[in-house]
T-cell receptor
């Protein structure tokens, strides 16, 4: 059983650019959630994907978008990058029924994004 | 709005001493509460959740609905307990986890 993996590990972008982060969920999991963790803060929920559709969203603007693929892997896309987008982006997978996550979320190692 | 508060950014105790990491929450319904831990150079992982009522690595946490608290306790701290601890809340739906800012626990020898 493989755990949650994320790529790339680190990324440097400039303001205004677009970025795509990738996540492979743990075997057997059908739900993926994305979190943003700024320095010195706890992770903040961005959105959740279940059956290839976004079924839950935190307080993030529309320039944060995502995809989930048939194999349950996922992408996080951020357009028009701002300096405040610099953070660690965490992906978590879990198994859920009807998109409601009752089970433990397993986290990936994260992608460190720096916006200059 | 749901919120999780961890009042201590840093907690330093000596090996063998009792440990209590505080967590208070704000939620209108019946939340599910968790403690996640991140050891140095490792990923975030679940330590315990209130519905399982388990003791993991000697840690316990009791949900106090009256005080809206979910404090994490261990009677005798060990050096390997040094880590970042996050309290988190879930409404049970598709709204993800709401995390506190975390407490950095340092166990001194």
């Amino acid at each position: 059983e493989t755990g949650v993996t994320q790529s790339p590990t680190h990324l440097i972008k400039t303001r205004g650019q677009q970025v795509t982060l990738r996540c492979s969920s743990q075997s057997g999991h059908n739900t993926v959630s994305w979190y943003q963790q700024a320095l010195g803060q706890g992770p903040q929920f961005i959105f959740q994907y279940y059956r290839e559709e976004e079924n839950g969203r935190g307080n993030f603007p529309p320039r944060f978008s995502g995809l989930q693929f048939p194999n349950y892997s996922s992408e996080l896309n951020v357009n028009a990058l701002e300096l405040d987008d610099s953070a660690l982006y965490l992906c978590a997978s879990s198994s859920s029924r009807g998109g409601r996550s009752y089970n433990e979320q397993f986290f990936g190692p994260g992608t460190r994004l720096t916006v200059l | 709005a749901q919120r999780v508060t961890q009042p201590e950014k840093l907690l330093s105790v000596f090996k063998g001493a009792p440990v209590e990491l505080k967590c208070n929450y704000s939620y209108s319904g019946s939340p599910e509460l968790f403690w996640y831990v991140q050891y140095s150079r490792q990923r975030l992982q679940l330590l315990l959740r209130h519905i399982s009522r388990e003791s993991i690595k000697g840690f316990t946490a009791d949900l106090n609905k009256g005080e809206t608290s979910f404090h994490l306790k261990k009677p005798f701290a060990q050096e390997e307990d040094s880590a970042m601890y996050y309290c988190a809340l879930s409404g049970g739906g598709a709204d993800g986890l709401t995390f506190g800012k975390g407490t950095h626990l340092i166990i001194q020898p």
